[in-house]
């Protein structure tokens, strides 16, 4: 049984090796709500119910849970990426089921989200670089397949430009409708395709 509080019991002794799952989704919490230096070890130890002692068994410190956390959210997009790649299609219908999987990881995975794309610099303390090569990692993904499109003589402009455009047009989407709930938003399925739409025309070529 959890408290009232939301946190978990404090575990008695013999279960101090809790999954590491458990500590990664409370520090997740954590560092949405208190921000990278307000959620400390003992306070995500406690959320878990565990001494710090326990915690450290399983991390050495909380950059080290952060850059864990940005790597799994990477992980899972990345995944689905990798299977539309595989897929024989045109660069243009990878391009916008790629950037449909991204749009759709933002509202399922609303914590690592703002974790990797939303925190500003400095926010991330030891963890910054982890969060720094993840966003990378994606863009890199994103551009190889819009310079597919500029070999297919698609594109008119250059590929690096115009992947910034896409990627800024469809994170302003998500991080716009993950911090303003509160808005009267359109179906959010109408809005991802005309803004897709809307970009892709200007930076296509019939």
Not at 18 to 45: D, N, P, S
Not at 59 to 70: G, H, T
Not at 116 to 124: F, K, N, V
Request: net charge neutral; charged share 30%.
């Amino acid at each position: 049984m959890r408290p009232a509080s939301g946190r978990s019991a404090r575990k008695p002794k013999g279960e101090g090796h809790v999954r590491r799952a458990e500590i990664l989704a409370a520090a997740e919490r954590l560092f949405v709500e208190r921000g990278y230096e307000g959620a400390t070890i003992r306070k995500i130890a406690d959320e878990v119910g565990v001494s710090s002692t326990a915690l450290y068994m399983h991390f050495k410190d909380k950059a080290e849970i952060l850059a864990e956390i940005c790597e799994a959210g990477f992980g899972k997009l990345a995944a689905v990426t990798d299977e539309i790649e595989a897929e024989t299609q045109t660069a243009e219908m990878a391009l916008r089921r790629k950037m449909r999987a991204y749009y759709e990881f933002g509202f399922a995975n609303p914590n690592a989200y703002r974790l990797i794309y939303l925190t500003r610099p400095g926010e991330a303390g030891g963890a910054e670089e982890a969060a720094r090569r993840v966003g990378r990692g994606l863009f890199e993904r994103l551009r190889s397949t819009v310079e597919d499109m500029s070999k297919e003589g698609r594109l008119n402009r250059d590929p690096h430009t115009a992947t910034q455009l896409i990627w800024a047009g469809v994170h302003g989407l998500v991080s716009l409708m993950l911090t303003k709930p509160y808005f009267d938003w359109d179906d959010r399925d109408t809005l991802f395709d005309a803004m897709f739409n809307a970009i892709l025309s200007d930076l296509t070529r019939e």
